[in-house]
């Protein structure tokens, strides 16, 4: 019975553990997110979800097509960030800086909400353009606009189910989901 008990304590502080991290991991940023969301016009719980789906919240972050950072910023838009906006040019290794990386993440965003502001779904057309690129996002829009809600699919699936790349499906439907739940824990 004490054997149990033991191993029962121990499990429990294990766990504990790995929670208290995992909160300290994905709160760690806040006040940047919450910064650089609000001067780009970006919903703090949006920033974070899409953060949470590119790097969950590792600045060190690298993907495959050469994006770095929390936000998984690329080259193109790093370029594109201080062509519009007047900051001098970074290289990638700045890039991974949680600071500007997340400002040049929510400015992206920002944009892009901008952008498909009259949209039916703002949201998830810009979240469509993070991953898929504009052209791309363009295009989904266009057949939204063009074609009628099918009878008994929401908006939102119907919407989703016009990208023809499962990996931006399931992406943008796990940040929308992510987003809706606030839950950056698991």
Known sequence: MRRTLIIAGICLMTAAGVLSWLYQRSTRFDYLISQAAARNGVDFYLAKAL????SWFRPESRGSAGEVGLMQITRAAACDFAVKTGF????TEELIEPELNVEIGCWYLGNSLERYKDSP???LFALFRYNAG???ANHWLRLAL?????????????????AEYPK??????????????RNYLF
């Open 51 to 54: 953060i949470y789906e590119e």
């Open 121 to 123: 779904n703002p949201a």
């Open 146 to 162: 063009s074609s009628p809600l099918p009878a008994g699919t929401s908006p939102e699936q119907y919407y989703l189910s016009l």
């Open 168 to 181: 931006t499906r399931a992406y943008v439907s796990r940040i929308l989901k992510r987003y809706r739940s």
């Open 88 to 91: 001098p040019e970074h290289n």
């Open 134 to 136: 504009e052209s791309r």
